[in-house]
């Protein structure tokens, strides 16, 4: 069974700091990209980071440019989402994706998601 669990998310001061964690299983970890995507209440799902399946290259939105870093634990078959200097405006639903493109078509996979609340 296919399963993306995420974890580490709560309530943080701004400036603070958060780190959180995407357990993957189910599927074959390393043929996957990975990458976290977040939705603030009424809003739509976005993209924050991802990740290329072997790690080699990284993308961010705009907004955590310089304050968010994704990486992922082969070993451990683990992504990992390090947010810094957070903002109030961070404050969201984060979920993992893992996506793949193949010969035969797309396939993609989703977690339930962490809140992470950024207040005073």
């Known amino acids: 069974q296919v399963q993306l669990v995420e974890s580490g998310g709560g309530l943080v001061q701004p400036g603070g700091s958060l780190r959180l964690s995407c357990a993957a299983s189910?599927?074959?970890?390393?043929?996957?990209?990975m990458s976290w995507y977040r939705q603030a209440p009424g809003k739509e799902r976005k993209l924050g980071a991802a990740?290329?399946?072997?790690?080699?290259?990284?993308n961010y939105a705009d907004p955590v440019k310089g304050r968010f870093t994704i990486s992922r634990d082969k070993a451990k078959n683990t992504v990992y989402l390090q947010m810094n200097s957070l903002k109030p405006e961070d404050t969201a639903v984060y979920y993992c994706?893992?996506?793949?493109?193949?010969?035969?078509?797309?396939?993609?996979?989703w977690g339930q998601g962490t809140q992470v609340t950024v207040s005073s």
């Open positions: 189910g599927f074959t970890f390393s043929s996957y990209a």
């Open positions: 994706n893992a996506d793949r493109w193949t010969v035969w078509g797309f396939n993609d996979y």
């Open positions: 990740v290329t399946s072997a790690g080699g290259s990284t």
